[in-house]
């Protein structure tokens, strides 16, 4: 086994970044860990097991973490095993429309795309709106007149929110260097975060005399509608959390041995972030002082923080959470902005040209990342009407991106002749996994989309359907009287045809290489 230089490791890649069309415009500065740490802190299970943990308490009790979170868990892997795969064979920005071209035609890469995009900024908006949320509680803290509920409340949330896009606009900006750095820091913040939460409230926090019992609890739905109905309802706490693990593909073209890297960055975030994720939740059910208490306190994390372990200590270990978030938060902007520059690359947007321009300073795609925090900031605005705008996002969002994760799963399946398997592939279990793995998301797809609440009104109804109805009413017409005609799906930036990389064999697949 030949261990390559990191020159030639570039070069190979760059070389089969060509095979699939395209130049290398981007700098490849991503590590295996940098490529992992970008999914993991997306995925953040500091940022959605916390901004979702009310939810899931309203919806079905203590059990949306305790049971519903290692249900979610095993069924999400298998739509990341069957992602990784496919990444391995096709490491470029592009990821899932890419796929969805190379496997099912321009069509399928098109609405692919749009649903990736949708799905990236609904998740864009839900992280840091979620942040928002986090951030107006901890002022609130130390300054009891901070406005937190309420009209005057929404409006401060607001206004926290477009601050920190700005922030993360701006860090962006800086360069993939920076980016990198901050999720290397992010991976580990968020371990060591975990670790103290849930340490210093086993060790110092007054816990429930009978534990397990209370964890595994039933019959607690807040939700007007049956127990089991709550209990489905509360799986997007575990559901929304996974979300962004794409982002592990997104930077193939800024990542050392992509073809590698990209599929251990996915299964490995999805890993480590359900145990994780399930160590915090149920040291945070065991902690819960009261349950009706909990589910009506305005940040159920932070009450249950300061009241087991005192405002000061409390406080703190709220901070943790909330600079965790803000991390989950830039790194998404990256991942979003990586999507929306390489559907540009390929004519796939109106006014293309605009998104793929690269900076020439920091060859970051400037135009496309600020286009992202936009239109993130656009998607929340109706939090100044709804009371469930946070659900709701955080639903578009799943359905969205898991849509997007699913087409060219299920295409690998039914075109098995147009994928070639490369470094990372499931063998014989690929069609049992990937099968499995469309299943779950048409059926996740249908559970999100259901009322929340009952009686159902204008305040707590979910505009979920209604968003993807529009999405809908717009793609398929603009689609089948205009974009057919003329979109040919990725481009090749060079004279030999971009779909060499469906029949060309990979080279070296077996090479040994550190990163």
């Known amino acids: 086994m030949s261990r390559l230089k990191n020159q030639e490791i570039l070069d190979r890649d760059a070389a089969l970044l060509k095979r699939m ?17 970008i999914s993991f802190t997306i995925i953040s299970v500091l940022s959605g097991c916390l901004t979702l943990f009310g939810f899931g308490l309203t919806a079905s009790g203590t059990t949306a973490a305790s049971i519903g979170w290692p249900i979610v868990s095993i069924l999400v892997m298998s739509v990341a095993l069957a992602m990784a795969e496919i990444s391995s064979s096709f490491p470029t920005a592009g990821g899932l429309y890419y796929w969805a071209s190379k496997l099912g035609g321009p069509g399928w890469g098109w609405f692919t795309a749009w649903f990736n995009l949708i799905g ?4 864009t908006a ?14 609130n803290q130390f300054i009891p007149a901070f406005p937190s509920a309420g009209e005057a409340g929404i409006i401060a949330t607001l206004v926290i929110y477009a601050a920190l896009l700005v922030v993360q606009l701006l860090l962006n900006l800086l360069g993939v260097n920076v980016v990198s750095l901050l999720n290397s820091i992010s991976a580990w913040w968020h371990l060591i975060g975990v670790a103290v939460i849930v340490g210093a409230l086993l060790i110092f926090a007054p816990l429930h005399p009978h534990p397990l019992h209370f964890a595994f609890m039933t019959g607690h739905s807040q939700t007007g509608f049956p127990d089991w109905y709550g209990f489905l309802i509360g799986l997007l706490l575990a559901q929304y959390t996974f979300t962004g693990f794409d982002a592990s593909a997104h930077v193939s073209e800024e990542t050392v041995d992509a073809e590698r890297a990209a599929p251990r960055g996915i299964i490995m975030s999805v890993a480590i ?58 790194a998404s902007i990256t991942s979003n902005s990586r999507m929306i520059y390489a559907f540009a690359r390929d004519n796939g947007m109106p006014f293309s040209k605009v998104w793929h321009k690269i900076n020439k300073e920091t060859h970051v795609p400037k135009n496309a990342i600020l286009l992202a925090v936009i239109l993130a900031f656009i998607l929340a605005l109706p939090a100044l009407w709804s009371t469930v705008i946070y659900a709701a996002v955080t639903s578009i969002s799943t359905i969205g991106l898991f849509v997007a994760y699913a087409i060219p799963v299920f295409l690998r399946r039914i075109h098995p002749e147009r994928f070639t398997p490369s470094v990372f592939h499931l063998g014989k279990w690929s069609a049992f996994i990937g099968w499995f793995a469309v299943v779950w998301v048409v059926f996740i797809c249908i559970l999100f989309m259901l009322p929340t609440m009952r009686p159902i009104n204008v305040s707590n109804f979910n505009f979920t359907p209604l968003v993807l109805l529009i999405v809908f009413v717009l793609l398929v017409p603009w689609y089948l009287l205009s974009v057919r005609h003329w979109f040919k799906g990725p481009i090749s930036e060079f004279a030999e045809s971009a779909t060499a990389i469906v029949t060309q064999a990979h080279d070296d697949r077996t090479v040994s290489v550190d990163n």
């Open 21 to 37: 069309g395209y130049r290398q415009e981007l700098t490849r500065a991503m590590s295996g860990f940098s490529n992992f740490a």
């Open 120 to 123: 990236q900024i609904a998740v």
């Open 126 to 139: 839900g992280i840091v709106y979620g942040n928002a949320i986090f951030v107006d509680a901890l002022l």
């Open 273 to 330: 972030s359900a145990i994780a994720g399930y160590v915090l939740l149920m040291g945070l059910v065991v902690a819960i002082p009261d349950l009706a208490k909990t589910m009506a306190a305005s940040n159920p994390v932070l009450y249950i923080l300061t009241t087991r372990l005192g405002g000061s200590v409390g406080t703190a270990l709220f901070v943790i959470a909330v600079v965790a978030q803000f991390f989950c938060g830039t």
